[in-house]
């Protein structure tokens, strides 16, 4: 697929509420609301014709279309709730839209993406081999040897046993931790889908200092002291 015959548009969805971190998508980090950090990934990729945001909230719309984002319909506040599903808002911006080819989401939860990090998983899913483009992190723990599960009476067995004489971490299959820097994939196969592996998916690994993922204050805290430390 050819970047100059297809039209790329990014979204970003953010809604109002937020149980973990209220008011966190437009809470400020690094001296620019949480929102600001997606939009202007999506401007550095170079790759991004149109830079939409989809919101139940005034507030988050006000702000985004500050920073140069578009906010061409207001979110249904039945997609709006915790327990929305997110492929079903992505749904609703495809429908609203329309008219193009490749959809990225790019959440504010992940604000320390680079514009390098989106140019990677389009280029990547513009090479025609997949139906989506996920993005990765080395994972820090393994089911084979530090995470259990735990049986009816409290006993602990590992998560996902070794075959044959696999003792040490480091001979086992590599094990990858998603993210939420970015996801690649035509309308079409969002529209026909009810989830991410229901195709052929590919990743970018993504230098774990630029795949936080913001959820808590905890969260929060730790991007603003990686943010200061890049300074």
Known sequence: MDKGIVKIFGFIFARGGS??????NIKPLGGIPLIAHSINAAKDSGLIDRIIVSTDDQAIA?????YGAEIPFMRPAELAQDTSPEWDAWRHAIREVEDFDVFISLPCTAPLRSGEDVRRCIELYLEGDCDMVITTRTAERHPSFNMVTLDENGYASIAMPTAGDITRRQDAPKIFDMTTVAYVTSPQF?????????????????PPERAVDIDTELDFAFAEFLLERNK
């Open 19 to 24: 149980k973990g971190l209220p008011g966190k």
């Open 190 to 206: 969002i529209m026909e889908h009810s989830g991410t592996f229901q195709g052929r998916v590919k990743s970018v690994e993504i």
């Open 62 to 66: 006000d702000t985004a279309a500050e």
